[in-house]
């Protein structure tokens, strides 16, 4: 069975991967922003969720849950999901909002500088679909299944 794309959508079709690479870069540079303007300190782990693998990739995720200090005000946060090797009560250094001290994140960078090259992957891909498209070559390939 093949799938045919109208005509009038496939000139569009490299959209999705040039949108999808822009918004994951833009994301992954918000995340790198932080980096430079949030300010450093050290929080306690107080919980880790474990969530076991579901789905394709049945990776486990683990939330963290940590206090910290700023000022001399106690807060509460989750640096959200997280790779293993966390244990209760150890000491780590988190970046937090200056403005907004409830605002944390992990100083992991690895992270984001992941995400601006698959974005910026998704983007190549989407501006070659639109040079290939406009240069006579096909923009959507063609799909068939037994």
Same mark, same amino acid.
């Given at each position: 069975?093949?799938?045919?794309?109208?005509?009038?959508?496939?000139?569009?079709?490299? =959209?999705? *991967?040039?949108?999808?690479?822009?918004?994951?870069m833009i994301?992954?540079?918000?995340?790198?922003?932080?980096?430079?303007?949030?300010?450093?300190?050290?929080?306690?782990?107080?919980?880790?969720?474990?969530? *076991?693998?579901?789905?394709e990739d049945?990776?486990?995720?683990?939330?963290?849950?940590?206090?910290?200090?700023?000022?001399?005000?106690?807060?509460?946060?989750?640096?959200?999901? =997280?790779?293993?090797?966390?244990?209760?009560?150890?000491?780590?250094?988190? =970046?937090?909002?200056?403005?907004?001290?409830?605002?944390?994140?992990?100083?992991?960078?690895?992270?984001?500088?992941?995400?601006?090259?698959?974005?910026?992957?998704?983007?190549?891909?989407?501006?070659?679909?639109?040079?290939?498209?406009?240069?006579?070559?096909?923009?959507? *390939?063609?799909?068939?299944?037994?």
């Open positions: 069975m093949q799938i045919n794309v109208p005509e009038k959508f496939k000139k569009f079709f490299f =959209l999705i *991967p040039l949108l999808t690479g822009i918004a994951v994301a992954a540079g918000v995340s790198l922003y932080h980096h430079a303007t949030y300010a450093k300190t050290v929080a306690t782990i107080l919980s880790i969720d474990v969530d *076991p693998g579901v789905g049945e990776s486990t995720k683990y939330t963290v849950i940590v206090e910290y200090r700023v000022d001399g005000q106690t807060y509460y946060g989750d640096l959200g999901e =997280l790779e293993n090797g966390y244990t209760v009560g150890k000491r780590i250094e988190i =970046l937090y909002d200056p403005n907004d001290p409830a605002k944390i994140q992990s100083t992991d960078k690895i992270g984001p500088a992941i995400a601006v090259l698959v974005g910026a992957l998704f983007a190549g891909i989407g501006v070659y679909m639109l040079v290939k498209g406009k240069n006579g070559g096909p923009t959507v *390939p063609t799909a068939t299944t037994a």
